[in-house]
């Protein structure tokens, strides 16, 4: 080209949940079944909507409104009954304008950072899920900054590395949570997310908080919005329905604004986001009407009370089965629905193999398996050869530890527990060679 037209950003766009599904399916097509466990996605584990659900779902359908565009900023009734729910918890009070829909949580956090000031730096979490991690090193056109979480502290983030970043880098002018978290499992306690709000307010920064996870809580943890820490600083709490319905086809999530008034530049940024919403004209109106409908009905609590009860068991299952092994280290989740393994400092080697399924799979493995490769991902690639599962290197969620992420998605009880087994099996296998 005449012009460079690559984004100086473009070599972050990393997304290793979805980008290791090529290497699966090639080996696949070497004669290997494979399960995936790679994707947070519980409909393609199996996963059956409720009837009741359906049934709005198709209510909506058949409003020939639902069919239309809808405002910009998304369904106005809708954005209230969220703007009240919201509100109902007690903390700051928002109207229907503080809400924005977008076509998936995804969607909203590209238009996050893609609308930010590229000096304007947002701190993340180490472990992170990739979409955020890479759309702010994308934005920046730098790596992406990072607080740490810390396994022997049950990944709760090290609120002393957060405050140090902020107090010696002026750049920053955010903080990233996602609580309850992927890909650890782990949902921060009210005085975590109070500790981190208050460096937010001494230093003047914004705070947002990913919740797609909240109302998947369990083994004893609460759900705490933003809402209820936020107090007078600038936040940004995001939501969405595609993991609690679950629905993730519908693309559909939302933002929901805090203090938009208390500082005139935060306000600025917010409406770019809706000024840039209206150059798409809107996202899906149908999802959205859906909402109130399900949110509303008073079978909603019990359906997820059932499904944490859900999670948990299985979260005890994987927990039952992984942490006797020796060389590795795990956390039980306390909501969403992943568990991270994290390999011991210095037990992974470039030497470390599995017997490959056939063959052609090991020629493959050889084409595929170079010096110099993480050694997350060297195991993760072994293990698709060997056993046929497919699961997440850590190393692809801006980590520096090595381990890799599953879930406990799976509805078929004994695929579930057969896949926990073969994990358990390949790490002893893999870390005896
Ligand atoms: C923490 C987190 N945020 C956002 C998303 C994106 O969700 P959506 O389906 O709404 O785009 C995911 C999906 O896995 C996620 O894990």
Redesign the pocket.
């Known amino acids: 080209m005449r012009r460079n037209i690559v984004h100086p950003g473009a070599d972050s766009l990393n997304y290793e949940i979805r980008s290791i599904v090529a290497i699966g399916r090639r080996i696949e097509s070497l004669g290997v079944d494979m399960t995936w466990e790679n994707i947070?996605d519980p409909i393609a584990k199996g996963e059956k909507i409720e009837p009741w659900i359906k049934e709005k779902a198709l209510e909506v359908m058949n409003d020939d409104d639902s069919w239309g565009y809808c405002d910009s900023k998304g369904v106005q009734d809708t954005r209230e009954f969220l703007s009240k729910c919201v509100n109902d918890r007690g903390g700051p009070q928002i109207n229907a304008e503080d809400i924005l829909f977008f076509n998936?949580?995804?969607?909203a956090?590209s238009k996050i950072f893609s609308e930010m000031r590229r000096e304007a730096r947002i701190l993340g979490p180490s472990p992170a899920?990739s979409?955020h991690s890479s759309g702010e090193a994308a934005h920046s056109g730098y790596e992406h900054l990072t607080y740490k979480c810390d396994p022997k502290n049950g990944w709760l983030p090290d609120i002393e590395d957060i405050r140090n970043k902020v107090k010696y880098n002026d750049t920053i002018t955010g903080i990233l949570l996602?609580s309850p978290n992927?890909p650890t499992g782990v949902v921060y306690p009210k005085h975590i997310l109070q500790q981190v709000v208050d460096i937010a307010r001494e230093y003047d920064l914004m705070i947002i908080n990913?919740e797609?996870?909240s109302h998947i809580v369990y083994n004893g943890a609460e759900t705490v919005h933003l809402s209820e820490v936020i107090g007078d600083v600038p936040g940004i709490a995001?939501r969405?329905i595609?993991k609690e319905f679950p629905w993730?086809g519908s693309?559909c999530?939302w933002l929901e604004v805090f203090n938009r008034g208390n500082d005139s530049n935060f306000d600025r940024y917010v409406k770019s986001l809706a000024d840039s919403k209206m150059l798409e004209v809107c996202s899906t109106s149908m999802p959205q009407m859906v909402i109130p409908k399900v949110y509303g009905d008073s079978r909603y609590i019990g359906h997820l009370q059932k499904r944490a009860k859900m999670y948990e068991s299985r979260s005890k299952e994987a927990y039952d089965i992984l942490s006797p092994v020796k060389g590795i280290s795990v956390v039980q989740p306390e909501g969403a629905f992943y568990m991270t393994v994290v390999f011991e400092p210095d037990v992974l080697n470039e030497r470390q193999s599995l017997p490959a399924a056939n063959q052609a799979v090991r020629n493959y493995m050889e084409e595929l398996i170079k010096p110099g490769l993480a050694l997350d991902q060297r195991f993760a690639y072994h293990l698709m050869a060997s056993q046929g599962v497919c699961v997440v290197p850590l190393s692809g969620f801006c980590c520096s530890e090595f381990g890799f992420r599953f879930t406990l998605l799976e509805m078929d009880d004994e695929v579930r527990i057969s896949t926990f087994k073969k994990l358990a099996q390949a790490i002893k296998d893999f870390l005896s060679c």
Do not use: K, Q, V
């Open positions: 947070g998936g949580l995804g969607d956090i899920y979409t996602i992927n990913d797609i996870y995001l969405g595609s993730p693309r999530g």
